[in-house]
């Protein structure tokens, strides 16, 4: 079934470890794009990519990282992660930029 | 700057219509967007609108649109339990890089 796989699905991790979440998309879309959602807070934008080769900040990326070499994958690292870091990540991607997004469904990380 | 204001909460009676509200500042996104997420799972799209449109319907769904008080509203007649989740509304940020989303509505419908 085409879609959004994003792995793992839910992940504890210690302090100050590096950490890669990987999401890969099988629409050939040219857009991806980092979320998390945090309670209260809604879906903020860490990083985008709105093709392959190309990155962009989003209003969180402080902490995070990206890599976008090839149409399909769009891993996100959190190099040394902290415990502010603790939330649900939506990897989506999308035809265009900011048109019509699909989502995976989440990694649930604890930072402890 | 650019935002999307929605309600947080909103609790009807099944069979009852739900109306959801959302307030945006940037009126240059194409389109508008409502996504809804079930517990522990995805967003997933629900519908949309195309900015030149006043309305939309789509079986128990309506959208409206006032442009000109960047307002957008998403109407489900005969609200069932199967309804209860968050509604997200969205749009495209300034820079036409990705979609911008509210904090979420949540709707509990009770039998």
Known sequence: IAGITQAPTSQILAAGRRMTLRCTQDMRHNAMYWYRQDLGLGLRLIHYSNTAGTTGKGEVPDGYSVSRANTDDFPLTLASAVPSQTSVYFCASSMGEATEAFFGQGTRLTVV | ?111
């Open chain 2, 1 to 111: 700057g650019e935002d999307v204001e929605q309600s947080l909460f909103l609790s009807v009676r099944e069979g009852d219509s739900s109306v959801i509200n959302c307030t945006y500042t940037d009126s240059s996104s194409t389109y508008l967007y409502w996504y809804k997420q079930e517990p522990g799972a995805g967003l997933q799209l629900l519908t949309y609108i195309f900015s030149n449109m006043d309305m939309k319907q789509d079986q128990r769904l309506t959208v409206l649109l006032n442009k000109k008080d960047k307002h957008l509203s998403l109407r489900i007649a005969d609200t069932q339990t199967g309804d209860s989740a968050i509604y997200f509304c969205a749009e495209s940020n300034q820079a036409g890089t990705a979609l911008i989303f509210g904090k979420g509505t949540t709707l509990s419908v009770s039998s």
